[in-house]
């Protein structure tokens, strides 16, 4: 089957380029010229040139194609990159969208995210795809890109597409020569003390998310969105269980919402000066909330399973001995 794959040089796109290969599909990844498209080397993929958000590039590249797994997205947790954002994430999936439309493609998979679902309360179940989205009012404006591409998508599906959504949570995993969420452990080997936040995240491996976009694309219901999550944890057990498997005695220092809100207090001269804070408006929000999701319809529809954040542990230590010795 021929495949298009936008965000093909990012962490997900990668997995899901080298995945979709070896699964015998014939792959086109698309890469903007200002990407390091030599992470895909080694991997047997057709190449386009082109961006989401340039309309004829993208229906150059979707002609052709039988499916296109739109995962190309601008993710910052910045005000100073809302714009960006909003072209990427709004007006490049309605590029996508109408490409899809043109070219007859006949199922697209968009990635869009937890951000989008909505952030359950202190103490409410985690939440499913059916969650009230309830970060409508500004404070997260990633969140609500992703909330406007999923209404694009859906609009897309009522005139003919065949869309499935997908929500992916915190990714881990390797990219190249780094590891993306390896600091959580490496800040738990170098340190003899280490901050946490006061909320919780919902960790997942990319390769578990990518086979359950695989499923989706086989299983998926038109116009249905999945949650492709993990565990829940709060940041005080991630940072635990870190230093448990490293056999450290660590003291461990909760960092209070007054903090991260006066540290993010400067974020408006840092943007001035075109720096990026240490801590932005957007991260002293997200740093209280508990973002716990469950991934039980994806469980049940498509057979999603995802490993336990303990086994993400060992895979960032496996990767480190490989590269640059032992964490242990």
């Known amino acids: ?185 490496e800040k738990i080997r170098n340190r003899r003390l280490a901050s946490y936040y006061s909320g919780g995240r919902n960790l997942v491996h990319v390769e578990d998310v990518v086979n359950g976009m695989v499923s989706a694309l086989e299983r998926g219901k038109t116009g249905e969105r999945y949650i492709l999550g993990g565990e829940n944890l709060t940041y005080k057990e991630v940072a635990r269980k870190a230093a448990e498997r490293l056999g450290k005695k660590i003291l461990l220092i909760p960092v209070p919402p007054a903090v991260t809100g006066i540290l993010s207090s400067l974020d408006p001269l840092f943007s001035v000066a075109g720096r990026r804070p240490p801590v932005t408006r957007e991260v002293h929000f997200t740093a209280s909330q508990f973002q716990y999701f469950t991934s039980a319809k994806a469980e049940q529809a498509l057979g999603y399973t995802f490993r336990p954040y303990s086994e993400i542990i060992e895979d960032i230590l496996n990767w480190h001995d490989q590269r640059t010795g032992s964490l242990a």
């Not at 795809?129 to 404006?141: C, Y």
Request: hydrophobic letters at 40%; one cysteine or more; a positive charge.
């Open 1 to 185: 089957m021929k495949i298009l794959v936008t965000g093909a040089t990012g962490l997900l796109g990668y997995h899901l380029c080298r995945n979709l290969v070896e699964r015998g599909h014939r792959v086109t990844a698309l890469w903007r010229a200002s990407s390091n498209a030599s992470i895909l080397n080694g991997i047997k993929v057709d190449r386009a040139l082109g961006d989401v958000t340039d309309s004829a590039s993208m229906e150059a590249a979707a002609r052709g194609q039988a499916v296109v797994i739109h995962a190309a997205a601008h993710l910052a947790y910045w005000s100073k990159e809302r714009d960006v954002q909003n072209r990427v994430n709004i007006e490049g999936t309605r590029n996508v969208v109408a490409a899809c439309q043109r070219a007859g493609v006949q199922r697209l998979i968009f990635v869009s995210s937890i951000a989008a679902v909505g952030f359950p309360a202190r103490g409410q179940p985690p939440a499913d795809e059916s969650f009230p989205f309830n970060l409508g009012h500004g404070k997260l404006n990633y969140a609500i890109t992703k909330k406007r591409g999923e209404e694009i998508v859906l609009n897309g599906c009522k005139s003919g597409l065949d869309a499935v959504i997908v929500n992916p949570a915190t990714l881990f995993g390797e990219l190249g020569e780094h590891y993306r969420g390896s600091e959580w452990v």
